[in-house]
Each structure stands twice: as C-alpha cells, then as structure tokens.
C-alpha cells in the first residue's frame, strides 16, 4: 500500500513483482492517480480516492515547503482514510493479511487492524529520515544538528517539533478518523507511526544509512529497490540524436510530482549558459520551463534513469532517494537541491559518501549553480570511480533485498514475542 509521487509507487511496484515471483500472493493498493502505470505491469491492484484529491497536493506550492508539505500530503490522504480502512478490514476478514506500507500510511493500516487483529503491517522506509532517531547523522529538513549536541537536546528538539509542527496538522484527522471508528486517540503521529509496525525494512542499503539504536527493534536492514539495466532498452529517437550531438549532458529533474519549479529551471539555464554546457531538463510540466529553450537544452517529459543517466555529465535534482540510487549506480555526480521532505537527509548522505554536493533549493542562485556545477566537474576521475564500484554493488544486492522482506514477513508479532518468552 502506497502513494505520493511515482517515486513513492516505484519502489512498492519492484516488491509487488519479485514477491510474486517467489510465490507470494500481492495485491497493490494504490492512488487512482497511478492506475494507468500499475495497469501496464499485470500486477493484481486495487485504485483508492480520486484524481482530483491527488492533483489537488501537486497543486499546492506548499507541498513542496520543508514545514507546509507534511500538512498538505496528510490532507490530500484524510478522504480516503475511510476508503482504505474498509478496503484492508474486508481483506483481513477473508484471512490472514501482511500490508506492506508507505510509512505515512502506517497508522491508517493500524486502524484496521485494531478492527481486524488478522492483519499485520510491515512498515517499508523508502528513506532512512522517515526513521526517527536522536542519534548522528541528524538532519530535520534543512537543520544539521552538530554531533556535539547532547541528546536530551536533541529529544527537546524532537518533542517541539512535534507539537509546534507536525502533531497540529495531522494528529486531528488522524484521530478523528480514529474516534468514527470507536478507537482511542494517540498523542503522537510520528511516534505512532514508527512503533505501531509489527515489523519494518529499510528501501536502503546499510552503506547509505547506519541502523540507529533508536530505530524499531523489528528493523530489518534492506537495499535500494531497483531494477536491473535494461541495456537493450531504447531511448526517445530525439534524445539519442542529442545525446549522440555533443558532450554528455548536465541532466536536471525536479521529480516527477514537482510543478513549481519554475524558477530552478530559469537559474540552471542561466547557470549552464554561463559554463557554456549542454543540458537535459526533465519535467512531466513543460509550463514551468524557460520559453524557448535554446538548441543546446532539451526537454524531455520522463526518460529511463537505468538508460540515460550513464550517459549523463551529472545528474541536478531533488534529492528524491529513487533518484539519488539511479544516479549512485551511474556513477556520475550529483547536484542535489532539496526542498523539503527526506531530501535533505539524503543530500547530506550524498555529500558524506563523496557523490555530490547539497544546495538548498530556496538558494539555488544561477551563481550557486554555476560554482556548485562547476566543483563537481572539476573533480578527480578516482571519485568518480569510486561511485561506479557503488553502482555495481547495488546490482547485486536485489535478493538480498527479497531476502529482508522475506525476514519482515516471518516476523512474529509482539504478541507472539511475548506469548513465546512467558
């Protein structure tokens, strides 16, 4: 059970897949906005809410404001928690039932399984920040908590968040949806959420994030959900004549759910007109780019990552963690510019590892550009190298990732855990 951006649906798309193919009888639940992309895979599925609720968030500049976005995600779900409660109630009652969930969706599963005790939920972490710890590395959006901050600080910190910040905008849905269904309301949406899973695995490899002593002790370590390269796979006949045209372009996306982006596109042609590069703008919202675009920037709608990206200069994006994998296994540098979310964690990880560099979108500048793009590209060829040896890695380690779900999915629950030890 997912939804979001397609990002968000990718990963949950790959689980739903490889867990059939080992035997396992899947059931995507998904945004009707995504019907048509889950209609191309064969996969069993059933849509929940409607187009309008999911244009409606992309919508909304604030989605994409590091303290408005979690309140315009959450208000863009409150119709259809009914929906999904009574869909997940009604499969449990046919059986037993394991939800594989969006974290964020975690406490509407857990809602039906307060009515369905049949039901248990495995919570899958796309990116490591939707993990809660007080421990380093310690980024809350924009913030980067220095390791000498005590960590009663930190738990402060944490607790004001909570009730200046988050709490205020998604708990009174949250258990208003509760108290319909005759169900005690709880004091905390992230604490909640975090700990009411009867097992977790990380969408991420260890590499990228360290399991924090804090996170659920039912945490399962997992890898990056992606496909295998498609070598044969075909490109667009416009973009292999640009590609095939000149250097390797400075690829740029925003994501895929990002319509108020207008302003980065305007600085990076400035910033690529300055460097005197080629570049490769890729948004589903043409409106928003730079009317026309001269001949040495192309636009393109969607493309394969697994096929362009090794063909790329240098990836500028967001910070989304299934672009940040791709762009790791190509091997080539990143610019990223995160605005709100996990993005700023995953920037800072990037950053950490030697792949890339981090500049706040809300100061991505045409000069920050230019100078951030041009220290990438300046860099030795043994960094770049050291990328690569990351991307192959990453091929390898799909069944390890099958393997950690498997693991979840025999978890016991924590009333089996202690029926065992009593």
Excluded at 43 to 63: C, I, K, M, R, W
Excluded at 381 to 386: L, T
Aim: aromatic share 8%.
């Amino acid at each position: 059970m997912t939804f979001g951006t397609g990002g968000d649906l990718q990963p949950f798309l790959i689980l739903a897949e490889v867990l059939q193919r080992r035997g396992r009888r899947t059931l995507l639940v998904v945004p009707k906005f995504h019907e048509a992309l889950v209609q191309g895979t064969g996969l069993a599925y059933l849509p929940f809410g409607t187009h309008e609720q999911s244009q409606s968030v992309l919508d909304d500049p604030n989605l994409w404001d590091e303290r408005k976005g979690f309140g315009v995600v959450w208000r863009g779900v409150l119709p259809s928690l009914d929906e999904l409660q009574d869909l997940l109630v009604s499969i449990a009652r046919a059986g037993p039932c394991i939800v594989i969930s969006h974290p964020f969706l975690v406490p509407v599963a857990a809602m039906a399984r307060e009515q369905s005790p049949a039901l248990r939920i495995v919570g899958a972490y796309l990116a490591p920040s939707s993990l809660r710890t007080v421990h380093d590395p310690l980024t809350i959006g924009s913030l980067n908590l220095p390791s000498w901050v005590p960590v009663a600080w930190r738990r402060a910190l944490w607790r004001l968040i909570d009730r200046r910040w988050i709490d205020p905008d998604l708990l009174p849905g949250l258990n208003a949806a509760r108290a319909r269904r005759g169900l005690k309301a709880v004091p905390s949406f992230l604490d909640h959420m975090q700990s009411t899973c009867d097992a977790s695995i990380g969408l991420f490899p260890s590499w990228f994030a360290h399991r924090q002593p804090d996170w659920p002790s039912t945490f399962h370590e997992g890898q990056f959900p992606l496909r295998p390269p498609t070598r044969s796979r075909r490109l667009p006949a416009e973009l292999e004549s640009f590609l095939a045209a000149g250097d390797a372009p400075i690829v740029l996306t925003p994501g895929t759910g990002h319509r108020h982006a207008a302003r980065l596109f305007r600085n990076a042609l400035s910033a690529l007109r300055a460097l005197g590069r080629r570049g490769l703008f890729i948004t589903p919202y043409p409106e928003q780019l730079p009317a026309p675009l001269p001949p040495e920037v192309l636009w393109q709608s969607h493309v394969p990552f697994d096929a362009l990206l090794p063909r790329a200069a240098m990836l500028i994006h967001h910070g989304g963690i299934g672009t940040t994998a791709e762009a790791l296994r190509a091997g080539i540098p990143q610019l990223t510019l995160p605005f709100a979310f996990d993005q700023f964690d995953n920037g800072q990880r990037i950053q950490r590892l030697g792949a890339g560099l981090v500049v706040p979108a809300s100061r991505a500048s045409s000069r920050r550009l230019r100078q951030a793009i041009g220290a990438l590209l300046a860099r030795p060829v043994a960094e770049r190298q050291h990328r690569h040896d990351v991307g192959r890695d990453m091929d390898r380690d799909l069944e390890g990732l099958l393997d950690s779900v498997e693991c979840a999915l025999a978890s016991r629950t924590p009333l089996e855990a202690r029926q065992t030890a009593a």
